[in-house]
């Protein structure tokens, strides 16, 4: 099955290490905070984070008394920058697509994945092998790509703005469609792949996985007084984070 | 809380009971067959049926071998009918709304709800008492309208149409805004409960649930091409099932 990596493509890495340094972002807004919120107690813990990037989180999870932390990902780019800003005697970082974690001969306590696994063609094997990999009720955590934010018609706008160039609705096509869903951001050609709420959730049921928690962030209404602009977030949130034992 | 009993409004009743009727309607063609393929084995089971209407899937889950039925309804009308058409000695029907299941005093082993938790505002509550009522390992399986189809704005139409009337996509809106949606089903003020996704699994998680399988029905391609109207449902799933254990 295809395996992209896009974040070695020139254009979208720098495009997208800017995007990331801007103060003001969805992730830092919505995205991270639901993370941490979610996080169990890391103390002593083996930590497996599934596209780690430039390891910021690695370096937040040490911060938080993890005993270890291994971080992989498919970008060499993302990885010098990793070992560059974010090293640590305590950190691991691994050149390897999220789909050959089964490869790996460690136990973790848990798996942290932050928007990453929309990526992944195969969801359901990367699901086998992190509940494998994790100890006896080891915790996943991982956010993704909303599936109303991957189930737009590329023939169309994702929005139906007013006079005002308002965004009134989400224009939602296919979301029963299950599909690999090109687009441009940065660059052309970012694959991400889209499933059904109920497939993200059975797929983690019968890899033996117990749900404990799911979470759509959206702003509050003091955030979007601040920033007007999510307000869109109400019509069609960005994330979906979810939370399973073994 | 509000109650709601627009099934004992005279209009409303005498045009759903045409609705269900007919042959070909969603009912027939997504939501019972996947109600029916997502049961556990009945025989020799206590059944509870919440939001029975006419009684027909009561009439069902004792020929499928359950020792016993409790069916109940807040609409007079619709149990005048299933004492009327589906009787039976292992068939208690009680009028009753679904928020008062509280007061029940049997244990059962499965509970059982076809498209009705979507009239209910106090959605905790009413799992809660579920969660009371079930025996250890008890199944509580039941569809409501989906999440996607209950997040219209009451200002715009549901659907995009493009130039030959074809529905291109459908207009999401406030999807992370939890609320009664009033719209007109045969009579104005129906009033359905909007809920996200990750709220339905966090309640009934909170509640002590195990979450076992969720299906949001869509038609084959098989079926689409006999009914192409129903091609509409890619777009936007009518229904979602979740099946939960105690």
Known sequence: ??????????????????????EVNANNLFELPTLFANLPDLEGKRILDLGCGSGERCKDYIKRGAAKVTGIDISE??????????SDPKITYIKMPMEDIGSLKEEFDVVISSLALHYVEDFRGVTESVYRLLSEGGIFLFSQEHPLAT????????????????????????????????????????QRYHRMFSTIVNTLVNSGFKILKMDEPYPTEELVQKYPEYYDLYHKPDFLFVKVQK
Do not use: P
Not at 78 to 84: F, N, Q, Y
Not at 164 to 187: H, M, P, Q
């Open 151 to 190: 189930c737009f018609s590329g023939t169309y706008d994702r929005w139906t703005r007013d006079e005002n160039g308002r965004k009134i609705y989400a224009n939602i096509a296919d979301y029963c469609v299950e599909r690999r869903n090109d687009s441009t951001w940065f660059v052309e050609g970012v």
């Open 1 to 22: 099955m295809a395996r992209q990596n896009i974040y070695d493509n020139e254009t979208f890495f720098s495009e997208y290490r800017k995007l990331r340094e801007r």
């Open 77 to 86: 780019k993302m990885l010098a920058a990793a070992e560059k800003e974010n």
